[in-house]
C-alpha cells in the first residue's frame, strides 16, 4: 500500500478518525508479590475520572497496558516500572509518567492539568483499546483530510505519504492521526510553531522498530508491527522531535 496525498490549504475539514510479548498485567503482580505487598486485582478494562475531572480508560487484557484519555484520539501504550513502597508507575515511550499506582489499588494520573497528579477512581467497565482498522480507500481519505487540516494550519502544502503494508494498517493509522495532531498543537503555541518553518511533509514507512525523525522539513515516522500495539511513537516523541528541549506532558 503505498499513497502520495497533498491538500491545498483552504480546504476545510471536519472529520477525523478516532489507535516484546508479555504480560504488563502478570509482570506488575509478580513484582509486588515479591515485596510481600498487598494487591487489589484491577479490572483487564475499566473507565475511571480524575479529581480533577479528567476520564480515561485503561486497558490491561492485552501485551500492554493502554490508556485513552476520554475525548481523546491517542491511546497510549504504557511501560510498567516498579518503585518504592511498591508502587507501580506507568510511562509513555518518551518516559513521562502518565499513572501510578500502589499495592493496594490506589491510583493517580499525572496530566497537564495535575502534573503533580490528581487521584482517580474506578467508575465501571470499558471498551478494549484494539487499534482502529480502516482499509485503503477510508486511509485514503483520512490522509486527504488531515494533510488538509496542517496545510490549513500552516498557510502552505504539507505532503503525506505513506508507505506501509496490511499488518501495519492499524499502526499506520494512529500514527498519522498522533503526528498530525502534535503538528497542529505545535502550531497552536506560540513559542513553538516557529519549529514547524522548514516542515514540508510527513512520511510514515515500515520498518523493525519504531522510530520518529525531523530533517530537512521532513517529518519520517516508522512503525513496526513486530512490536504489537508499541510499535508506533507516541505524540510525545513526535513532539519531541520538534521540540526536544521541553515536551509537553500529554
Sequence with gaps: ???????????????????????????QSEALRSRGAPTRALPPVGRYMSDSGEGFTLDRSGQRPLLRFDRRDETWVLRPTVAVRGDVIYRNDAGQQILRVTPGGG??????????????????PGETL????????????????????????????????VDTDED??????????LSTDAVLRIARSPTGRSSLNQLRRIVIVQ??????TYARGELRIVVAP??????????ARVIRAFLPQDPPSR
Design 226 to 235: 513486530n512490536q504489537g500495539v508499541a510499535g508506533r511513537p507516541s505524540s
Design 168 to 177: 501495519a494498517e492499524g499502526l499506520t493509522v494512529e500514527a498519522l492521526i
Design 107 to 124: 491510583m493517580t494520573v499525572f496530566t497537564s492539568r495535575s502534573p503533580g497528579g490528581s487521584p482517580a477512581s474506578f467508575t465501571g
Design 1 to 27: 500500500m503505498a499513497f502520495a496525498v497533498a491538500a491545498i490549504a483552504v480546504l476545510s475539514v471536519t472529520g477525523a478518525v478516532a489507535q516484546e510479548r508479555g504480560n504488563a498485567q502478570s509482570e
Design 207 to 212: 520498518g523493525n522498530s519504531s522510530a520518529v
Design 130 to 161: 484494539a487499534p482502529p482498522s480502516l482499509g485503503p480507500a477510508q486511509l485514503f481519505q483520512l490522509m486527504a483530510r488531515r494533510s488538509a487540516m496542517v496545510s490549513q494550519t500552516m498557510g502552505r502544502l504539507i505532503e503525506i505519504n
